[in-house]
């Protein structure tokens, strides 16, 4: 039986079962607080870069993906089986987020550029006032 992990963006490796796929993560956990941290890793940021690792080398490399869904079964031992679904952002998605970001990113050069207009504004005037 050959042993799947998943690699997240930092490096937290998540040992898949069975049947799982590159959108499909099945996950047995000790208890549900153990699944719960395994839950919290999935985030935004995590999952931008992924590795599938079998039997230690990777197989695969996947990035730009969501949380799309979770699903437990709490078992009476009080092992916890998840199925988490993930899956590739679209093009419209990660399209909105180069926009924030640039959106971001003028809103910083805006505000140097009036910082600059500013300190500009007050050497004129100390120049002026230093020539009469």
């Known amino acids: 039986m050959s042993n799947t992990i998943l690699v997240l963006k930092d490096k937290t490796e998540i040992t898949l ?6 959108t499909h993560l ?8 153990k699944m719960v941290d395994i839950w919290e890793k999935l985030t935004k940021d995590n999952l931008q870069e992924l590795q599938l690792k079998v039997d230690g080398q990777v197989t695969g490399e996947y990035g730009d993906m969501l949380l799309v869904n979770e699903t437990s079964t709490i078992k009476e031992d009080g092992t916890v089986d998840t199925e988490f679904i993930i899956r590739e952002k679209t093009e419209i998605e990660k399209l909105r987020e180069e926009i924030e970001s640039l959106k971001e990113s003028q809103g910083v050069q805006d505000g140097a550029i009036d910082d600059l207009g500013v300190v500009t504004s007050t050497l004129a005037e100390q ?6």
């Not at 079962?17 to 590159?22: A, D, K, P, T």
């Not at 996950?27 to 607080?33: E, N």
């Open 17 to 22: 079962g069975n049947n799982s796929s590159r």
């Open 26 to 33: 099945l996950v047995t956990s000790a208890s549900r607080a």
């Open 127 to 132: 120049m002026e006032g230093g020539t009469q």
